[in-house]
Structures are given as C-alpha cells and as structure tokens.
C-alpha cells in the first residue's frame, strides 16, 4: 500500500522505541520527505516535557485549541521540535491532519 503525505502532515506510525526493538503506533509530523522514507518528530500525550520545563524543545498543543484540531489529535499533546529520525515510509498508516506551526519546527531542527 502506498500512501502520499506532505511535509507538515500529521500521520499514525509505527515508531520504534527507543530502549527496545518494538514499535508503537503513535502520531508524527513529517518534517521532510525523501524517496522511500520520511524525517519526523514524535508527538507524546506523556506529561514528561511539563515535568522538566526548559528541558526538551517543542510547543504543546492543548486539547480544544485550534491547533488540536487542525492535528486530529484525541489528547492535549506535545510536539518535539528536536530529536527527529528517519522512518521508512511503510511504517505509515494514515493522516490526521496538519501541524500548523511546521514553519516554526523546521526553524528549530536548524
């Protein structure tokens, strides 16, 4: 199945973690696109960026915002605007929507 998403898309992967070889299904942000693969960023509903403020670059959208909803997303969220990775583009499944602030993003991963 192929699938065609644009950078700024808002996409369901299977992302590896990162202590263990299993993936999870999360949302992510396409930052640039290649041939067969993707540069993104996680999205997290984890509460670990808000415990360590300063800690990790990104923005956080919150749940109703106009931002949540242009995302598709189903919990108030943060964005990292660091720590991208490469991912094939067979680990994508589908879009939810589009990340508003990609302009911002691609600034910060400079």
């Known amino acids: 199945m192929s699938f065609s998403f644009e950078v700024g898309d808002v996409v369901i992967c299977a992302v590896f973690y990162e202590e263990r070889l299993e993936t999870k299904r999360r949302p992510v942000v396409i930052?640039?696109?290649y041939n067969d693969s993707s540069y993104a960023v996680k999205v997290t509903s984890t509460n670990i960026p808000r415990k360590?403020?300063?800690k990790y670059k990104g923005r956080w959208i919150e749940e109703g915002s106009e931002a949540y909803k242009m995302m598709g997303l189903r919990k108030a969220s943060f964005v990292f605007h660091e720590?991208?990775?490469t991912v094939g583009s067979y680990m994508f499944e589908n879009k939810i929507g589009v990340y508003p602030y990609i302009d911002e993003l691609s600034e910060d991963l400079r």
């Open 31 to 33: 930052v640039e696109k």
């Open 52 to 54: 360590f403020p300063g």
């Open 83 to 85: 720590r991208g990775f």
